[in-house]
C-alpha cells in the first residue's frame, strides 16, 4: 500500500466531492478516518467482513472486543438490530443523533467480525457532519472506534492518525481538531430497563 492520502473538509459543511471520494474507498473495503463529535473515528464499510478485518489488524485490537458502527436513520438501525425495544426508541428520540452508542441484538445478517460473537451490535446516529454524510454517501453502516493503536490516547487530529496510522490506511478525512471530551456513552438496551455500560458525553 501507498501513502495515506489526506482530504481537507470542512468539519461543518462537508464538500460532496470530498464525501463521495472517501465513501468510495469504503466501497472497495478500504479504511478511511475521519472526524466525530469526540475524536477521530477509524471506519470501515460494517457490511464488509474483510474491511472490518482490517479495522482490528491494524489497530491490534483484539478480537473479542466488538465495534460500534454508525447509522444514518433508524431504518439503517433496523437493518442491523432484530428489534428496537420501545425504551432504546425513547433514547434515541432524545439523544440521537450525538454521542449515544444502544448495544441492541444484532440481526443474523450482521457479520461475526462486528459482533465479536456476543450477538449484540452496537449502534449509533453520529451528532458530526462528516461523520454522518460519510455514513449517508455509503449507504450503509460505518465502523467507528477511535482511529489509535489499542491502548494509546484516542486521536483529535488527523496529523494524530498519521503518526499512528500512515502507510497503513488509505485515506485520513481531515476536519481540523476534535472536541475530545469522553467518548460516547454506552447503554445495554437489551437489558430490561436499559443499562449503562460506559458513562460518557451523554449524561442519563
Same mark, same amino acid.
Not at 462537508?14 to 478511511?32: E, F, N, T, W
Given at each position: 500500500?501507498? !501513502?495515506?492520502?489526506?482530504? !481537507?473538509?470542512? +468539519? ?13 474507498? %469504503?466501497?472497495?473495503? /478500504?479504511?478511511? #478516518? ?10 470501515? $464499510?460494517? &457490511?464488509?467482513?474483510?474491511?472490518? &478485518? &482490517?479495522?482490528?489488524?491494524?489497530? =491490534? ?8 458502527? %454508525? ?22 428520540? &432524545? ?19 462486528? @459482533?465479536?460473537? @456476543? =450477538?449484540?451490535?452496537?449502534? !449509533?446516529?453520529?451528532?458530526? #457532519? *462528516? ?5 449517508? #454517501? ?6 467507528? +472506534?477511535?482511529?489509535? +493503536? ?10 494524530? *492518525? %498519521? ?10 478525512? $481531515? =476536519? =481540523?481538531?476534535? @472536541? ?7 447503554? $445495554?438496551?437489551?437489558?430490561?430497563? +436499559?443499562?449503562?455500560?460506559?458513562? /460518557?458525553?451523554?449524561?442519563?
Amino acid at each position: 500500500m501507498g !501513502r495515506t492520502r489526506v482530504l !481537507r473538509v470542512d +468539519p461543518e459543511a462537508p464538500s460532496r466531492a470530498v464525501i463521495s471520494d472517501a465513501a468510495a474507498v %469504503l466501497a472497495r473495503k /478500504g479504511l478511511v #478516518a475521519f472526524p466525530t463529535e469526540t475524536f477521530y473515528g477509524l471506519g470501515a $464499510d460494517a &457490511r464488509e467482513p474483510a474491511a472490518v &478485518r &482490517r479495522v482490528f489488524e491494524v489497530k =491490534g485490537r483484539r478480537e473479542s472486543k466488538p465495534l460500534l458502527v %454508525l447509522v444514518d436513520s433508524i431504518a439503517m438501525a433496523e437493518s442491523l438490530a432484530d428489534e428496537i425495544p420501545s425504551q432504546a426508541r425513547a433514547l434515541i428520540a &432524545r439523544h440521537w443523533p450525538g454521542p449515544l452508542t444502544l448495544v441492541l441484538r444484532a440481526r443474523p445478517t450482521v457479520p461475526a467480525e462486528i @459482533t465479536a460473537g @456476543t =450477538g449484540t451490535v452496537g449502534i !449509533r446516529m453520529p451528532g458530526h #457532519a *462528516v461523520a454522518l454524510a460519510l455514513v449517508q #454517501a455509503l449507504g450503509g453502516p460505518v465502523t467507528a +472506534p477511535s482511529a489509535n +493503536p489499542g491502548g494509546a490516547a484516542p486521536p483529535t487530529t488527523a496529523e494524530d *492518525v %498519521l503518526a499512528a496510522f500512515e502507510s497503513k490506511i488509505e485515506l485520513v478525512l $481531515d =476536519g =481540523g481538531k476534535t @472536541t475530545g471530551g469522553p467518548a460516547s456513552t454506552i447503554v $445495554d438496551a437489551t437489558a430490561n430497563p +436499559p443499562r449503562v455500560l460506559r458513562a /460518557g458525553a451523554v449524561k442519563l
